[in-house]
Structure formats: structure tokens, C-alpha cells
């Protein structure tokens, strides 16, 4: 009843100067209008200026950071615009009194702001949660922003429902019934927001790909380190700082590569080949053997080996005076122990984790020799530098056993060819 009188002040007020009623009815509103908006305004400001200032002393003084993201994603501030909107609602109908018509239009008008303050408010609100568990160290890994953006589809789906039910007057029954004779079109609209979710869901609860981890996708050209994982997309950040951009659900229907196994292991796998030109495999004579017994690191086993194969060959009474016959050592198996021994000697090497020296099959290349362990350090540059460290070694090693590298002959090899062949002099 005070408000009424207030609002009809002017009103009365003009009436009693002698003016008409319709423009005393207009002045009193425009005036009345003007002075709701500008208080309105003012108490906006000043409340946000309490939020601010009080607010801020508290967040400054608790442990957690939860307040403190509620600050920065401005949660206070579309609260204090919320309720500026609920109190102009609450007195425009008493300014509005002479006129019902428009005061319908602008109830249905602050229906729907209302509406949307409530939806970008929901929003900060989603917003302080994904920055706050972005920051505990069990969830910076999870696809939050895969979850916020379907909170997000979800509010603003009912946020257009209910404005629908206010503009049109209906129940959201016969809207939702309405929905239903078009939901093969929904569908088809929101197709990849559906299957994003559900990749969302499989990627998490299966625990395929995580933020951080190194992955590699050659279809797409993905290789390196997931940076976000959203409902409609996963950034890749490649090693060249390009990014790529792979739909969500490629990472449940395509297939690619996950480094995190090795990330988390003891080591990263070293695994490339030697080609040894089969013609330089033999057996060895005395005199190798003498020369091949100063490599330390193979002194000991060639002794031990050298006494079992003698062994062995007199109790069979083996005929000695063809190599062939017997027991015998070749130059290629003494330079596969020799790479044992150099790798389980090497610093880099981690020791816990297989190490093998293995021949592969022949190839019109050559007899692959392959290393295969892994270096403690994971980090790639460095493990670059370990290989590179390994085989200079091993391929400046090699011809100490006699052995010879398989290459394709080259315009040097053509060139010595000529030279030493008569068909070619002068």
C-alpha cells in the first residue's frame, strides 16, 4: 500500500495542478520509470562494491581456492544483477498501473531476463567447479570440459523451453510433445554433440587418453601432447607447436597411438638393427681369437667359451683338421656377446628391463642385428642422443671384429671398381 502511494505521488501531485489524467498517468510513469531504473542502477553498484570489498577480505583469508574461482568467474556479480532484475519486477507492476498492457509486455520481458541471468549464472557457477578441479591433481587429466559443456547444452535447452512457455503461453508439456514430432531432426542436429558425449564418457571411464598424454594419430597428422579434450573436439599440440583438431569420437572409432605406457614405465624402448654383410661372417682362427681375447669387456666369456668348445670337441673326439667339424665360434656371435656385455655396462641403460641382442631373419640387405632395451632417460631429446651415443659405438666397433656393414655401393665403390678393373683401363 506505501509503494502504491509513492508511485501515484506525481500523479496526484500533477492532478492537483490542473492536468489531465492521461498526461498525468504519462509524466508519472516516465518519471516513475526513470527514478526505478537510475535506484536500481545505483544499488546494483553498491551492492557489487560490498561483494567486492567484503568478499574479497574473506577469500584473502580462507585456505581454500574454491571462493577464490568463484570470484574470478564473476559468480557474485550475475547474482547481484539477478537480484536488481527481481526487484524492478517486483515494483514495475505499481509504476506500470495505468497502463496493463504494456505492464504485461514487461513482465514477459523480465521473465525472459530473468531466465537468462539464471542460465549465465548456472554458467559461472560450471565455470568455478572446472577451474577448481582442474587444479586437484586427480581430475587435471580428466576431460572436464567435455562434462561442462553438456551442463551447459542441458541448461540452455531448458533455459529455450521455459522462454518458449513464456512467450507463447503454453505448458512445457505441449511443448515437450511438440518436440517429440521433430525429435529425428534434433537428433540429426545435435548428432555430433551426442556422439562427442558419449565419447567423453568411454574415454574417461576407460581411461583411453588423458590430458597430457603423447599421443599419435597419423590419419589426422596428430603427434604430441593432448592439451584439451571437449565435447566436440581433442587438441593435439605437435611437436613443431602446431595444433591439431580431432572430433572427440575419432578416439573411440579410430585408432592411434598412447605413449603414457612408456611415459610411465622404467624406460623407453630402444629397438633399431645392424645390417651385416653375410660374406663377412666366418669362422675364427687362432689368431683371431687371440686378438678378439684383448676386448675386455669379452675377455672372461672367451676364455670360458673357448674351454667348453675344446672340451666338448676332444671328448668327441672332433676331426680339428677341417673348421668345420665340431664346436666352433664365429666372429658374428662374438660381436652379438660383445653388445650384450656394452649394453648391460652402459649408465644409460636401465638394468630392470629386458636387454637382448637378437639375429633376425636374413635380407637380401644383409643379417639384421638387432638391440633391443630400453634408456632410463625418457625424455626424447635426450633419448635421441642415447641411441645415437649406442650406435656410433657399435658401428665403429664392428670392423674390430672382422665384420663389414651392408651399404649400397656408392659413386667411391664404382669409381675403385674401374680403377682396379683391366676392362676399364686404358
Not at 581454500?64 to 557474485?76: I, M, P, S
Not at 591439431?244 to 603414457?260: A, E, M, Q
Request: charge should be neutral; include cysteine; charged fraction near 20%.
Amino acid at each position: 500500500m506505501e509503494l502504491h502511494k509513492v508511485t501515484h505521488y506525481f500523479y496526484d501531485f500533477l492532478v492537483d495542478l490542473g492536468w489531465g489524467k492521461d498526461l498525468a498517468n504519462l509524466t508519472n510513469v516516465v518519471v516513475n520509470t526513470t527514478i526505478l531504473l537510475t535506484a536500481t542502477y545505483f544499488f546494483n553498484r553498491i551492492l557489487r562494491n560490498i561483494f567486492k570489498r567484503v568478499l574479497g577480505m574473506v577469500i584473502r583469508k580462507t585456505i581454500t581456492e574454491f571462493d577464490d574461482h568463484l570470484f574470478h568467474n564473476k559468480v557474485f556479480l550475475n547474482f547481484c544483477h539477478l537480484l536488481s532484475v527481481f526487484i524492478i519486477k517486483m515494483i514495475i507492476p505499481s509504476v506500470l498501473w495505468g497502463y496493463p498492457g504494456i505492464k504485461n509486455e514487461v513482465d514477459t520481458f523480465l521473465d525472459i531476463v530473468t531466465v537468462f541471468l539464471v542460465i549465465w549464472l548456472i554458467r559461472s557457477v560450471l565455470l568455478t567447479v572446472k577451474d577448481f578441479l582442474n587444479n586437484l591433481a586427480n581430475f587435471k587429466d580428466k576431460p572436464i570440459e567435455s562434462y561442462l559443456q553438456v551442463f551447459l547444452i542441458f541448461s540452455w535447452s531448458i533455459g529455450f523451453i521455459v522462454v518458449f512457455t513464456i512467450l507463447t503461453g503454453k505448458s512445457i508439456v505441449e511443448f515437450l510433445t511438440a518436440l517429440g514430432a521433430v525429435s529425428a531432426i534434433i537428433l540429426l542436429i545435435f548428432k555430433d554433440t551426442i556422439l562427442g558425449f558419449v565419447a567423453s564418457i568411454q574415454v574417461t571411464v576407460n581411461d583411453t587418453v588423458r590430458i597430457g598424454d603423447w599421443i599419435t594419430m597419423e590419419k589426422y597428422g596428430a603427434d604430441g601432447d593432448v592439451i584439451e579434450i571437449n565435447l566436440a573436439s581433442v587438441k593435439v599440440r605437435n611437436f613443431d607447436n602446431t595444433i591439431t583438431t580431432i572430433p572427440t569420437y575419432y578416439l573411440i572409432s579410430d585408432s592411434f597411438k598412447n605413449w603414457r605406457g612408456m611415459s610411465v614405465s622404467g624406460g623407453r624402448r630402444i629397438k633399431r638393427a645392424l645390417l651385416i654383410q653375410a660374406t663377412s661372417i666366418h669362422y675364427i682362427s687362432d689368431e683371431e681369437f687371440e686378438e678378439f681375447k684383448k676386448i675386455q669387456l669379452i675377455t672372461d666369456y672367451l676364455e670360458n667359451r673357448q674351454t667348453d668348445i675344446n672340451n666338448y670337441n676332444k671328448d668327441h673326439k672332433v676331426n680339428k683338421d677341417i673348421l668345420l667339424n665340431g664346436r666352433n665360434m664365429t666372429n658374428f656371435g662374438i660381436f652379438r656377446k660383445y653388445v650384450d656385455a656394452y649394453l648391460n655396462q652402459h649408465s644409460a641403460i636401465n638394468k630392470d628391463m629386458l636387454i637382448m641382442t637378437r639375429q633376425l631373419d636374413p635380407t637380401p640387405q644383409g643379417i639384421p642385428l638387432e638391440i633391443y632395451a630400453f634408456s632410463k632417460d625418457k625424455v626424447w631429446q635426450n633419448y635421441e642422443h642415447i641411441i645415437a651415443d649406442i650406435f656410433d659405438h657399435l658401428l665403429a666397433a664392428t670392423p674390430y671384429f672382422n665384420l663389414d656393414l651392408y651399404e649400397l655401393p656408392t659413386g667411391f665403390d664404382i669409381r675403385e671398381f674401374n680403377k682396379n678393373n683391366p676392362m676399364f683401363k686404358a
